[in-house]
């Protein structure tokens, strides 16, 4: 399904830049809130432990979009590189196994959104209704002392949001919006000592269960 969405979207996108007369390119600030939890089954003894944690984060991107006759935009918005979402660490057992600290940052990496802004008939002038589709790769920086590394899951999302569009004295424009997000969960199976494929008997899996965020979003733009 999410396939087909994203299908449509790209062709809307295409044919929208086609016959536009006009681009408008920027930059947007967006202070993320994420909602996120899992479980660890630990190698060999198969315990399961769960963690859920939440917070915000800065997360800055950039846009290009292009204005339809119908009034709506078309864009995409891009994380150029890979924001720093969460960490974590614990110093407890994993049971039988090698004690010490482990610890993991958790990246939003290659995080490019396809989206339509539609004008809403309300009281605030410039408003809009934002629907996109998203693909991420969630990338984990690990520092294990069992030795285990986790590699990295693409995962898909989908995007509402409510904002306010205006024009700036520079002749620049602005957009205020907030929106919330649902991605797909991801399954990482870790490996030790090199071995890639791991053993399914003696490797730890993560288990991401689906995920929220919630974003309030400042972008500046220029049309050209």
């Known amino acids: 399904m999410k396939k087909i969405i994203l299908s449509v979207l790209?062709?809307?996108?295409?044919?929208?830049?086609a016959f536009a007369q006009n681009y408008s390119m920027g930059l947007t600030a967006t202070a993320l809130y994420y909602d996120a939890s899992g479980t660890e089954t630990?190698?060999?003894s198969n315990q399961k432990n769960n963690k859920s944690d939440s917070g915000v984060a800065?997360?800055?991107s950039f846009f290009i979009e292009t204005s339809l006759d119908t009034g709506a935009t078309v864009g995409l918005d891009i994380i150029p590189f890979g924001a720093?979402?969460?960490d974590g660490s614990m110093t407890s057992d994993d049971d039988a196994e090698t004690s010490g600290t482990n610890s993991v940052?958790?990246?939003?990496?290659?995080?490019?959104?396809?989206?339509?802004?539609?004008?809403?008939?309300?009281?605030i002038d410039g408003s809009y209704v934002k629907f996109g589709i998203s693909t991420v790769t969630i990338e984990t920086d690990e520092s294990m002392s069992t030795g285990s590394t986790y590699g990295d899951e693409t995962v898909q999302g989908l995007t509402l949001g409510f904002g306010v569009k205006g024009d700036m004295a520079?002749?620049?424009?602005y957009k205020v919006e907030g929106a919330v997000s649902h991605y797909q969960g991801a399954t990482f199976n870790g490996s030790?000592?090199?071995?890639?494929?791991?053993?399914?008997?003696?490797?730890?899996v993560i288990t991401l269960d689906d995920f929220q965020t919630a974003g309030l979003r400042l972008s500046v733009g220029k049309e050209f």
């Open 170 to 173: 520079s002749g620049a424009f």
């Open 58 to 60: 800065p997360i800055p």
């Open 84 to 86: 720093k979402v969460a």
């Open 42 to 44: 630990t190698k060999s």
């Open 192 to 204: 030790f000592n090199g071995n890639s494929a791991g053993d399914s008997a003696v490797r730890n």
């Open 10 to 17: 790209a062709t809307i996108a295409l044919t929208g830049a």
């Open 105 to 123: 940052d958790v990246n939003f990496k290659n995080h490019v959104t396809l989206y339509v802004e539609t004008p809403v008939d309300t009281q």
